[in-house]
């Protein structure tokens, strides 16, 4: 369906539902990196609603950055207008989920889940960091209660400050938000995600760099054509870790949803 990221802006919006009638009580927010597009990531999404009995939303943005205006991916335009989206009655989100389905999978009184992930590939990670910190804000200025349960960055790339800001503002909620990146090698470049977590969380459990990984482990969708392209524009993933990608992210974000991190470590508790 389309999606009215702000006020008369309307952007792409994919939809996945999960098999089964029953409505599902959780929902992820999955933002696409530099030069992607939500359906780019259609079996992630997919596998995702499944392995963790969710509601995907994977919004399209622009990736050009002279874009008149300036509603871009990297802007911090789009990070207010996706807090927006998850703050308040939703009404723009509900819009969209319905003209993808909802209400006929799930009934005329079906309503979108209250608590939500964000998860952000490469650049997208700074949607969801950006967003992330802008929801917390808006939630301690209202006295209103948090439905944010984490966030999840893959390989991400989130521009300056974004990341370390959002941790700040994080903090203010009051409860420990987990923020895991699952990320691949840079040969001597600094890992900006590693450095705010690191920093912010020291001595906890962070996340996963997959060993041999590349960019695109996470990013994985229903064209050839489309995977074959960035793969040799990005680098060809090795299938165990493509495997590994998805099978890390939808545990934690099971483990999320659960509240099965602690807080003390970052690590998920209890056994598997």
């Given at each position: 369906?389309?999606?009215?990221?702000?006020?008369?802006?309307?952007?792409?919006?994919?939809?996945?539902?999960?098999?089964?009638?029953?409505?599902?009580?959780?929902?992820?927010?999955?933002?696409?990196?530099?030069?992607?597009?939500?359906?780019?990531?259609?079996?992630?999404?997919?596998?995702?609603?499944?392995?963790?009995?969710?509601?995907?939303?994977?919004?399209?943005?622009?990736?050009?950055?002279?874009?008149?205006?300036?509603?871009?991916?990297?802007?911090?335009?789009?990070?207010?207008?996706?807090?927006?989206?998850?703050?308040?009655?939703?009404?723009?989100?509900?819009?969209?989920?319905?003209?993808?389905?909802?209400?006929?999978?799930?009934g005329a009184d079906a309503a979108l889940p209250d608590r939500f992930t964000?998860?952000?590939?490469s650049l997208g990670a700074g949607v969801a960091a950006g967003a992330a910190?802008?929801?917390?804000?808006?939630?301690?200025?209202?006295?209103?209660?948090?439905?944010?349960?984490?966030?999840?960055?893959?390989?991400?790339?989130?521009?300056?400050?974004?990341?370390?800001?959002?941790?700040?503002?994080?903090?203010?909620?009051?409860?420990?938000?987990?923020?895991?990146?699952?990320?691949?090698?840079?040969?001597?470049?600094?890992?900006?995600?590693?450095?705010?977590?690191?920093?912010?969380?020291?001595?906890?459990?962070?996340?996963?760099?997959?060993?041999?990984?590349?960019?695109?482990?996470?990013?994985?969708?229903?064209?050839?054509?489309?995977?074959?392209?960035?793969?040799?524009?990005?680098?060809?993933?090795?299938?165990?870790?493509?495997?590994?990608?998805?099978?890390?992210?939808?545990?934690?974000?099971?483990?999320?949803?659960?509240?099965?991190?602690?807080?003390?470590?970052?690590?998920?508790?209890?056994?598997?």
């Open positions: 369906s389309r999606l009215e990221i702000e006020d008369g802006r309307y952007v792409r919006a994919d939809w996945y539902y999960p098999e089964g009638d029953e409505a599902p009580e959780r929902l992820i927010y999955l933002q696409h990196g530099y030069l992607g597009i939500g359906p780019m990531y259609s079996y992630t999404a997919a596998w995702l609603a499944e392995r963790t009995n969710s509601i995907v939303v994977a919004p399209t943005l622009s990736s050009n950055r002279y874009v008149k205006d300036g509603f871009w991916l990297g802007d911090d335009q789009v990070y207010r207008a996706t807090a927006a989206l998850l703050l308040g009655d939703r009404d723009a989100l509900t819009a969209s989920a319905v003209a993808a389905g909802l209400a006929r999978k799930y964000l998860v952000g590939h910190g802008y929801y917390a804000e808006a939630v301690i200025a209202g006295g209103a209660t948090n439905h944010l349960a984490g966030i999840i960055t893959l390989d991400g790339a989130p521009p300056g400050t974004v990341l370390p800001d959002a941790l700040d503002k994080l903090e203010g909620l009051g409860a420990y938000i987990p923020v895991l990146e699952l990320g691949a090698p840079r040969d001597g470049e600094t890992r900006r995600v590693d450095e705010a977590l690191n920093g912010h969380r020291p001595g906890h459990f962070n996340g996963v760099v997959l060993d041999g990984g590349e960019h695109l482990d996470a990013m994985q969708g229903g064209s050839w054509l489309i995977q074959l392209v960035s793969y040799l524009y990005q680098g060809f993933p090795t299938e165990q870790n493509k495997s590994a990608a998805q099978t890390l992210i939808a545990g934690w974000i099971n483990d999320i949803f659960a509240g099965r991190i602690d807080s003390s470590t970052g690590a998920c508790e209890g056994v598997g």
